[in-house]
């Protein structure tokens, strides 16, 4: 289902709520890992939105994949706003952190992939921060973003 479809486009923050929702339901244990959600309310396209939608599903599936081993408890973190020009996405965890060795441009398995591809297209930017976990640093032109 497609929340609020109009022709000016998507409430991103609406559309990740309920994408957010569903992950916590299917995939993240609640036990063990809380999401905290922060996001400011814009409207895109909506293939925007479903590009979106699927980096941050499939950055916080790699969070309850590899950021908490052995049973470990923890929290994932979304972020959405403006800055200036630009959308900031941020998905972050205090797990273990990245590997050492890790490497983005490697692109190694198929999601981080996908997300790599989606955020190309969307002509955006990604960094990776190990900051007692991972954070996953994203921004979008808001000139693309508003065109589709």
């Known amino acids: 289902m497609i929340p ?3 022709t000016d486009g998507i409430d991103l923050a609406l559309c990740l709520r309920q994408s957010i929702g569903r992950i916590a339901d299917s995939v993240i244990p609640r036990d063990r890992i809380g999401i905290e959600q922060d996001l400011e309310s814009m409207r895109v396209p909506s293939d925007t939105a479903a590009y979106i939608g699927l980096i941050v599903n ?3 599936a790699n969070s309850c994949v590899h950021a908490y081993p052995d049973g470990r408890t923890g929290k994932i973190e979304i972020r959405l706003f403006r ?7 941020l998905v972050a965890d205090d797990g273990v952190g990245l590997p050492d060795g890790f490497d983005a441009e490697c692109r190694g398995g198929d999601g981080m992939e996908i997300v790599t591809e989606l955020i190309e297209r969307l002509r955006g930017r990604i960094w990776f921060v190990r900051d007692g976990g991972t954070t996953v640093r994203m921004e979008f032109p808001l000139s693309v973003l508003a065109s589709g």
């Open 4 to 6: 609020n479809l109009h």
């Open 58 to 60: 499939e950055l916080a």
């Open 83 to 89: 800055n200036r020009d630009s959308l900031v996405l």
